[in-house]
Structures are given as structure tokens and as C-alpha cells.
């Protein structure tokens, strides 16, 4: 193989690694790992999904196993690299942070993760090593509990009213951070979706704060901005503040 053709290769597999949001040489659980995350984002019938991302993340898989994750087009084979361990987060501990205990060989560590980490970057565990030395984290964030996280950006569905999405109106949104409203027009083309803004992660480093991307759903269940609206007056308006 000719010396451009490897770099060409390389370049390649970097790119590949970069689309499932791994960085460097990883294991086949990392890598089975990340793609299963970046896929089911992907996914077009799922909140936040688009059909090329999908296609992307497919072929960067399959490029990736062709080489094999650890073969010399990754590392030089005289000089192998270890997997990188990889930290598990869930959207909201992304969002606010957490201690998150981690599974090392056979020690468990606890680990301090600050808010607005992003899939793909590297946190430094100091002196985590077996040797003392420093120990970087892969990290990788996966959807629970209705969110995921795509870049900076947070993505969920949130049920609403057939008829406030064909007649129009202002829709409750219960977030992570709050209740919030928005306003949508008549006979929106669906999937409606809403951006409310500066609610995906957090500002941190170069990278500014996400958006929350909020699809809505039809649900014959979800009240009516009517219903609504009564439902929240009652809750102010409670028979001890009226009897006052």
C-alpha cells in the first residue's frame, strides 16, 4: 500500500471514529457502545433524527470495522495503545453534572464530571492511572428518560392536543429546566417541532450553550390549551386562597 494511500486511510478512519464520537484508537464494546448511541439518535423517527445522519453514522460503523478499531491504520502496531475507558453519562447528568461512580478493572473510582461535557470530548481523571499517572475518559452520553443529546443541542417529544396542533395556540412544556411556553401557528407541516433556546447544554470551553429541540406529538390524551389553562388556575386558586 502506498504511503498516500495509508494517510488517506487514516484520515478516513479519524473521520469515522469523529462522526460516532470517538476520538483515537477505542475496544469493540467503546466502539459498539458509541455506535448504538449515535444510531438511535440518528434515527429520522426519532426526535431530533435526519435520514443522511443516520446513513453517515451507518457507513462510518461498517468503514471503521472494515480496519478494524484497533488495527495499524489507527495506532502503529509495535506500539499499541490501551482502550480508552468510557464515561457513561446520562442528558441530565450533562446537564448539571454529577459524581459518577466508574468501574476500572477492579477498582471503582468516583468521578467528579463537570456540567456541559459533550460526546467525544476527554475528561481528565488525575492521577487515575495504575501507574499514578493520568487517566483521560472517553465520554459518551446516552438518552434516558425522553431526552438526547445530539452536539450541543438536547432533543425530546412532548404530547399535545390534535386539535391545538391544527387550530393553533400556546403549549405547556414541562423541561428539565421548568415549565415553558411557545406559541404555534395552525396546521403546522408536522413533525412540529419548537426550538427553545439555550436549553441544551450548558456554555463550556469554546462551545456555547445548545437548544432544546421539543417535538410535538399528537396525543388524544393531552389537554386542550383550554383544559389547560384550567388546570393550571386551579392549582393558584386553591379553596384555601379563595376562602381568604
Given amino acids: 500500500m502506498s504511503a498516500s494511500r495509508s494517510r488517506s486511510d487514516v484520515a478516513a478512519v479519524r473521520e469515522a471514529l469523529s462522526t ?18 449515535a444510531v438511535k439518535a ?45 464515561l457513561t453519562l446520562t442528558p441530565l447528568q450533562a446537564l448539571a453534572g454529577a459524581r459518577v461512580d466508574l468501574r476500572l478493572g477492579e477498582r471503582t473510582v468516583r468521578v467528579a464530571v463537570p456540567a456541559g461535557l459533550r460526546t467525544g470530548e476527554h475528561l481528565r481523571l488525575r492521577g487515575g492511572a495504575v501507574d499514578g499517572g493520568h487517566l483521560y475518559l472517553a465520554v459518551l452520553i446516552r438518552p434516558q428518560d425522553g431526552l438526547s443529546v445530539m452536539g450541543d443541542d438536547l432533543f425530546m417529544s412532548w404530547p399535545t392536543s390534535a386539535r391545538l396542533l391544527e387550530e393553533g395556540g400556546r403549549v405547556e412544556i414541562e423541561t428539565h429546566a421548568g415549565t415553558r411556553s411557545a406559541w404555534i401557528t395552525p396546521e403546522q407541516t408536522a413533525p412540529v417541532r419548537i426550538r427553545l433556546k439555550n436549553l441544551g447544554l450548558p456554555a463550556r470551553g ?32 386553591t379553596p384555601e386562597r379563595l376562602a381568604a
Fill in 42 to 86: 440518528a434515527r429520522p423517527d426519532q426526535a431530533g433524527g435526519d435520514a443522511e445522519r443516520f446513513r453517515r453514522v451507518i457507513a462510518a460503523y461498517r468503514l471503521i470495522q472494515a480496519h478494524g478499531p484497533a488495527r495499524p491504520v489507527l495506532a502503529p502496531p509495535c506500539e499499541p495503545l490501551a482502550p480508552t475507558p468510557v
Fill in 206 to 237: 469554546s462551545r456555547s450553550a445548545g437548544h432544546l429541540f421539543v417535538t410535538l406529538t399528537p396525543s388524544s390524551d393531552a389537554p386542550s390549551a383550554a383544559e389547560d389553562m384550567l388546570v393550571r388556575f386551579t392549582r393558584v386558586w
Fill in 20 to 37: 460516532l464520537g470517538l476520538h483515537g484508537a477505542t475496544d469493540a464494546a467503546s466502539l459498539k457502545a458509541a455506535f448504538r448511541a
